[in-house]
């Protein structure tokens, strides 16, 4: 134990002042996800898809391994600042081709240089960790199996989690994520050699990511298909083994949420569930995200209840992938409000991103009153601030090629900490222990949040109706879904 007293890995919520935190790299040989029954990607940009078969398996240019490692250690730097200049300014962004306002934070040494319209943010020094460096460009292979190249380590978000004092490797559900928990191992045995008493080291049983883990007549359906059957939560993964992602799960201190989803399946929530019986595990479900993955661009808790500001706990959702009413009556019972996301500021994606332009939530919370956001999300700068938030911002554009954006590229080790009882308001009885065929898609109005205030994702932009992600592609082809009436009504 440390001579402060807190074990060296302690995070049990998603807002306790940040210590400690790893943040991913770009390695020269990071590759592009290669194809295989847990993942068919594809490219974005419709003039190189024309032009390009997807580059699956190959090495990254050069230049991106560049941009993104310079954002990925511009924003270290930020974090182990102390002190933090936010500015606002107009920039051209030259992926955009448009001019956007950005809030750009940069580092300085001496506060007291502070420019007309700056503001200095006094935030505390954080201790930052990188991976391994390591040559993704193997291939891997086990019985029955094998893969062309892994990916890369940019990401230690999916792979490894901190709950309370554990360190936790997730199972992964791609065949070549297989062995990217490695890039972390140094960290997490020096760290748990450290403090052996107090520090737990885990793992979930590997799955065989044998043919038989897969429901591999998953990406012949079209998205009508998969909304048709939007109501059994059925993914690429089966249930014969345990499986999850680490970025499925945010923490709340005694309660952690876990997101069924493309990566993680009922088992491995029941696996979570029986092996912290000192938590209260809630499986959590967003019927019209069609290709969930990962609950960081979905379902993001900002701060409790009980924090010292304006209207208490808050939790960011996505209106386009609204909560269940049943699975979000526990935060409203317990004076939780959910804060509707603003429409992200890029609604176009890097060509080779295999994520939603949701990235623009993927926050990482430094503290219950700041977090670091993407320069370019100015709507979301501006909520956050109307909310009493300190919002700090990095570039992380890079990133989107790399599988994520701010809060993906991290694994919070230490935070200022404690397993808070944050719904002392419920009767917990974990059933989906038990219970076979979850069916339940009755979602929140989010019109109705934010007190009446909503930035409809769905209005007109460019006369396109509706704006590009899988769910809301759904709602238009499907013109009675319960979510396009709502939302066009609104
Ligand atoms: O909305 O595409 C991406 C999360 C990446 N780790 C989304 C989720």
Not at 224 to 236: L, T
Request: charged share 25%.
């Amino acid at each position: 134990m440390p001579t402060n007293g807190t074990p060296v890995v302690n995070a049990w919520t998603q807002w306790g002042r940040l210590e400690t935190v790893v943040v991913g790299r770009a390695d020269p040989k990071s590759c592009h996800l290669p194809h295989e029954p847990a993942c068919h990607a594809e490219i974005n940009d419709p003039l190189i898809a024309d032009a390009i078969d997807w580059p699956g398996g190959s090495v990254k240019s050069a230049k991106s391994v560049e941009l993104a490692s310079a954002q990925l250690a511009n924003f270290c730097a930020v974090l182990e600042a102390e002190t933090v200049q936010v500015k606002s300014q107009k920039a051209f962004d030259s992926e955009l081709k448009r001019e956007v306002q950005k809030m750009r934070t940069e580092v300085i040494q001496n506060p007291d240089t502070k420019e007309k319209d700056s503001r200095v943010l006094q935030k505390g020094r954080i201790s930052t960790l990188r991976p391994t460096e390591m040559d993704w460009s193997q291939s891997v292979s086990g019985p029955g199996w094998s893969s062309t190249s892994q990916y890369c380590a940019t990401c230690p978000r999916d792979t490894m989690i901190t709950i309370g004092n554990t360190i936790l490797e997730a199972t992964m559900s791609k065949r070549s994520r297989y062995f990217e928990s490695l890039a972390c191992r140094e960290i997490s045995l020096k760290l748990w050699r450290q403090d052996p008493e107090h520090v737990k080291f885990w793992a979930c049983p590997k799955p065989s990511f044998a043919d038989s883990m897969y429901h591999k007549d998953f990406w012949e359906l079209s998205d009508k298909q998969r909304y048709e059957r939007m109501r059994s939560y059925k993914f690429c993964v089966n249930e014969t083994e345990p499986i999850f992602d680490a970025a499925d799960i945010t923490r709340c201190g005694k309660d952690i949420f876990v997101q069924k989803s493309m990566t993680t399946n009922d088992s491995g929530i029941k696996w979570l569930t029986s092996h912290f019986p000192e938590l209260r595990v809630h499986p959590v479900h967003f019927p019209y995200d069609l290709y969930p993955s990962h609950i960081d661009c979905t379902f993001v808790p900002l701060r409790p209840p009980s924090a010292d500001a304006g209207d208490g706990g808050l939790v960011l959702i996505n209106s386009e992938r609204p909560p269940l009413k049943s699975e979000a009556e526990l935060w409203r019972k317990n004076g939780w409000k959910l804060l509707n996301a603003p429409l992200p500021a890029q609604t176009d994606r890097p060509p080779f991103s295999q994520s939603s332009y949701w990235l623009s939530m993927n926050l990482l919370s430094l503290g219950p009153k700041t977090m670091v956001i993407e320069e370019n999300e100015i709507p979301l700068y501006n909520v956050l601030v109307e909310h009493g938030f300190d919002p700090i911002t990095v570039p992380m554009r890079h990133m989107y090629d790399y599988g994520g954006g701010i809060h993906c590229s991290t694994w919070d080790i230490k935070r200022e900490d404690s397993c808070v009882d944050c719904f002392p308001n419920q009767e917990y009885a974990p059933k989906h222990l038990y219970e076979q065929n979850f069916s339940d898609i009755d979602v929140v109005d989010v019109t109705s949040s934010n007190d009446g205030f909503l930035i409809n994702p769905l209005t007109d932009i460019d006369g396109i109706c509706g704006v590009g992600t899988l769910a809301s592609k759904a709602s238009r082809d499907c013109p009675d879904s319960p979510f396009s009436k709502k939302m066009r009504t609104a």
